[in-house]
């Protein structure tokens, strides 16, 4: 039998994992035929018994199951027209403003974060409201196009975000501190937006003109009733979710259920609920569900062997080497998560580097819920940087043809929002009771 050193199982598992993805297998598919082989030279026979019960555990972990029914309510929330509704507001309001439509998409995409979480439906939900509008009414291609997609991916990261829900079981965190942790920084981040987009409008008016008069008049009244309706109800499905989580009166998991019903009613409230949505929605939660946790189960089972070949001793050895001392570390680390979103998919990161990399921001002192939250405003940027960038495939896949956006445009789009990200960073390392104070104000 070959003995494998803990170097040479670093090597293979993390190197086979990017030279797998980048042939087009499934990720799932990949971490447990490496996890498979690589553990059957350390362990023989007992590698199939070690996976299975580090595969058991995550699938039976409770938290995980606010998973399904997040997915649900963002799937049915979509399908309520709540969000049209409350474009269609805003655009009265904000659109005669040089770039007035590209905030107000930004404006509801960080709406939709706080009721949605999920990025394949925001970007969606976006693409098919926010740019046609744009388009017909002159904006650049480039520019509305990386408004939609930023706007879009704000839902990953603002609660309740599944990414938050998944990283707090892997790092053995409060979800619902990791939640209002993420809180101000999605919000960092969609102020950042909404500056860039208003000062370039300004600077280039030609690639954001105002819309026309006519098409917004409607009377001040009329406007401030249709502005305070359309809020009322991601409002209560706010309240119903972050509210209780807020004041200590559920859990997560509860809250998730809770949020599941709410979006369901007003569905019913709307008029949109049909049985037809009912089984779309039903049918969606199961795909999207069962995919992140057999992504989930099979990276959990990777790092068990990884671990316990001993390549997090490996991983945690280079990067405290990192010149620098413990920031050093940590632009290593963050760096790391960078170059990885360009390649994996962030349920992948999250399921396989989390349990690695955990350990290691707690030897350098730093705080666990900073530390967390500011690895989840990294993987904002994986969703926006080829050759991986699920948020452009989204937005190019949803777009109307007619409209004639291209890939590059959406990449040229994204660019500048790229680099916002990036200064959210430096301000959240500078001031880290950003993330760290609403979490201190939580009722136990």
Request: hydrophobic share 60%; net charge neutral; with cysteine.
């Amino acid at each position: 039998m070959i003995e494998l050193s803990p170097e040479l199982v670093t090597i293979i598992m993390l190197g086979g994992v990017l030279v797998l993805v980048l042939t087009g297998f499934p990720l799932a598919y990949v971490v447990g035929i490496i996890a498979l082989v690589v553990g059957f030279f350390v362990w023989q026979e007992q590698v199939m018994q070690m996976m299975y019960l580090r595969a058991q555990k995550i699938m039976l972990n409770y938290t995980l199951l606010a998973v399904p029914l997040f997915v649900f309510m963002g799937t049915m929330l979509e399908r309520s027209g709540i969000i049209e509704r409350l474009y269609d507001t805003l655009y009265l309001w904000l659109g005669g403003f040089r770039g007035g439509l590209a905030v107000v998409t930004v404006i509801v995409g960080t709406i939709m974060a706080a009721t949605v979480g999920i990025i394949t439906a925001s970007v969606t939900l976006l693409t098919l409201v926010a740019l046609p509008s744009m388009i017909k009414r002159g904006y650049s291609k480039s520019f509305a196009s990386g408004a939609v997609t930023a706007g879009g991916c704000l839902g990953i990261l603002i609660p309740p975000s599944i990414m938050i829900v998944l990283y707090g079981p892997m790092a053995e965190l409060s979800v619902g501190k990791l939640f209002f942790g993420a809180f101000v920084p999605g919000f960092i981040l969609s102020g950042l937006y909404i500056t860039y987009i208003v000062t370039r409008a300004f600077a280039q008016p030609h690639i954001a003109p105002p819309v026309p008069v006519e098409e917004r008049a409607v009377p001040f009244l009329k406007k401030t009733t249709m502005l305070l309706v359309s809020l009322v109800p991601p409002g209560i499905l706010i309240m119903s979710v972050l509210g209780v989580i807020f004041m200590g009166i559920a859990a997560p998991t509860e809250a998730a259920g809770i949020g599941a019903f709410s979006a369901t009613m007003l569905a019913i409230a709307y008029r949109r609920f049909t049985w037809g949505i009912l089984k779309e929605c039903a049918t969606m939660t199961l795909r999207l569900s069962g995919f992140i946790l057999l992504v989930g189960s099979m990276s959990f089972a990777f790092t068990g062997v990884f671990l316990g070949a001993g390549g997090g001793e490996v991983v945690t050895d280079v990067i405290l080497a990192t010149p620098g001392g413990r920031w050093g570390a940590f632009a290593a680390i963050m760096f790391i998560c960078f170059l990885l979103g360009m390649f994996i998919d962030w349920i992948g990161i999250i399921f396989i580097m989390v349990p690695i990399i955990t350990p290691i921001g707690e030897i350098l002192g730093f705080d666990p819920i900073w530390f967390a939250i500011m690895i989840c405003v990294n993987l904002q940027t994986s969703f926006m940087t080829p050759p991986f960038a699920m948020a452009i495939y989204i937005c190019r896949g949803a777009a109307d043809p007619s409209l004639d956006v291209r890939v590059a445009d959406i990449i040229r789009g994204v660019i500048p929002f790229v680099i916002l990200i990036l200064v959210a960073i430096v301000l959240l390392v500078i001031w880290p009771n950003l993330i760290l104070w609403l979490p201190s104000m939580m009722i136990r």
